[in-house]
């Protein structure tokens, strides 16, 4: 993941936290940031030179990578989440660690183009069908960690507990892949999975539904122990909270908090349907939330509470999830105009915070706080955005946070950097030759 040599690279404009500051160099050694000079007018000799806007890396906190298999497919006619669930339940019933290696190298590397050094990979399918276990019973999350490691990103595989069906009742024929049978022996075979230069091991909680409420503390200790990120799906659809409502008689997030889940390396992702007391738990304790908005609207799921959460003590950080679109901008983009939408106001959060949740603190609920910034000790991850294309050009370079959020998209991108070495460079993947057509027969391998 690192270049073992020291280089300098020349940014003609760089984002440093809240400000856009012309001619910087930053120096890389083994990997990391050495130094970082501002008002450096020309490249000096022999730096890598970036033509752009240079950011932080951007880190995706929130993904399936197999559901990228269902772009365009569940377009087609109308439904529900629930009716979503069952095609995406098709797809998962033909994963393999071979066909799921390839997939995901693939995914990983459409990441990489649109400027993600880090993803958070949530994690549960397990086993072969009918919950036999492979051989190697991490073999899945072997090859998603092997998969991000040659298409030149991060991962944080957030290994998911997923038991049940729905509050007690047992798995069903597609959710049996997903199952260890107990908390218990789904942390036994966690304990297995190995870190790496590029990957580190979290745990995850599928949802209240699928993890009965008596295994939650085994999940959240495990998670405690290691002092792991530990992430879970909550109160994405109000189905949900009403079951929950009906089998323990209060919210998911009362549950969580009940049984100690709930804490600064927590991430809530989707948060969308939520009380007051569910905002203040969950910001009084420093839970994170995690907003997809591309996938939040694409599946109907509603505008969560976003600001609400933020001012009461949520960290905020963004996902492509279900990969309806992989471009972390526009997740930016599209939890500020969310809000817009539903509170007829403008200006909720600047570009500057913006951007913070798509890198710093994503990457914080990811466990790599030491990524996200442009600074001496921070890893070397870094990407860099046109400012001269169809979408970018006009702007002046100072307000070049506000056209990264605003107006770019994941097709702008020309750099991406990870351990100072080029991942993307004048965007080409430098690992994945082609990578739409790498896409293309992954995902040809699963319908087939």
Known sequence: MTHPTTRTYWLEHA????????????????????????????????????RGL?????????????????????QV?????????????SFADQ??????????RAVYAEMALAGITAVGEFHYVHH???????????????????????????ITLLDTAYLSSGFGQPPNRHQLRFSDGSADAWAERCSL???????????????????PARELATVARWAEERRAPLHVHLSEQTAENDACRTAHDCTPTRLLADHGVLGPRTTGVHNTHLTDEDIALLGSTGTGTCMCPTTERDLADGIGPAVALQRAGSPLSLGSDSHAVIDLLEEARAMELNERLRTRTRGHWTAAALLRAASADGHAALGWAEAGTLEAGALADFTTIALDSVRTAGPVPRLGAETAVFAATAADVRHTIVGGRHVVRDGAHA??????????QAVEALRA
């Open 95 to 104: 994963l393999t660690p071979d066909t799921y290696h390839a997939l995901a």
């Open 128 to 154: 072969a069908h009918g919950g036999t276990p492979y051989a190697d019973p991490n073999a899945m999350g072997e090859a998603l960690i092997a998969a991000a490691s040659e298409a030149g990103i991060r």
């Open 193 to 211: 999975l190995k870190e790496r230069d590029h990957a580190r091991i979290g745990a995850a909680i599928h949802s209240v539904r699928a993890v």
């Open 15 to 50: 984002w440093l936290d809240t400000n856009v500051e012309p001619g910087v160099a930053l120096e890389v050694s083994d990997g990391r940031i050495a130094a970082v000079r501002t008002g450096i007018e020309g490249p000096p000799p022999g730096a890598e030179i970036l």
């Open 77 to 89: 006619g109308s439904g529900t989440f629930w009716t979503w669930r069952e095609l995406m339940y």
């Open 431 to 440: 690992l994945v030759p082609d990578v739409p057509q790498a896409l293309a």
């Open 54 to 74: 240079t950011l932080p890396g951007l880190a995706n906190a929130h993904s399936h990578a197999f559901h990228r298999a269902l772009r365009g497919t569940v």
